[in-house]
């Protein structure tokens, strides 16, 4: 069986990590690209580019949406999705505790996979690491430093909103160290 997947978004990230193992995969058929805020040219490597969400959402006959969309659209993004009937995979930081409960208690998604896609444990420092474990004795105490380079000010990690600024962005990490 092979799958056709949109993507919502066309961030760094998805440029450099998930749209190349995509293009890998033999298992994806089809890929679709959405973005609102960067132009994405049309070319052989797309089955189709949309300008909007909406559009994107409406138009798509595939069964995946990858969501890389800006964190405080994902949740919106993930109920669309999921009342269109997709299984979804969404880039940290994934969703709000709310509509987590919401996605759970509803049955009419029981039928449908969310996933947050976790790509850190792919960093080069993860093969140190475990070079480093293999050849020693496993510590008592592991400490963990998660340092950033400073961000312009335009960057979202910078910003106060809910669902953005840097405790969003990397949170996640520590909660899956």
């Excluded at 994107?56 to 009937?85: C, K, P, V």
């Excluded at 896609?117 to 474990?133: R, S």
């Excluded at 008592?140 to 669902?163: C, G, M, T, V, Y």
């Amino acid at each position: 069986m092979q799958f056709d997947v949109l993507i919502l978004g066309w961030s760094s990230f998805v440029q450099r990590k998930v749209f190349p193992s995509l293009k890998l995969n033999k298992k994806i058929r089809k890929i679709s690209v959405a973005s609102k805020h960067l132009f994405v040219k049309e070319s052989d490597d797309f089955d189709f580019v949309y300008q909007n969400y909406g559009e994107a959402l409406n138009s798509f006959d595939g069964e995946i949406i990858y969501i890389s969309a800006t964190n405080q659209e994902h949740d919106t993004l993930l109920i669309d999705s999921l009342n269109r009937g997709f299984h979804t995979i969404i880039d940290k930081p994934a969703i709000l505790r709310e509509t987590t409960k919401t996605i759970i208690q509803d049955p009419k998604y029981s039928n449908l996979l969310v996933c947050e896609a976790l790509y850190f444990k792919h960093h080069k420092a993860w093969d140190f690491i475990t070079n480093y474990f293999s050849r020693n004795k496993s510590p008592d105490i592991i400490n963990i430093d998660f340092l950033i380079p400073s961000p312009s000010e335009s960057n979202f990690r910078q910003k106060i909103a809910p669902i953005s600024g840097a405790i969003a962005d990397m949170g996640v990490y520590v909660l899956n160290s």
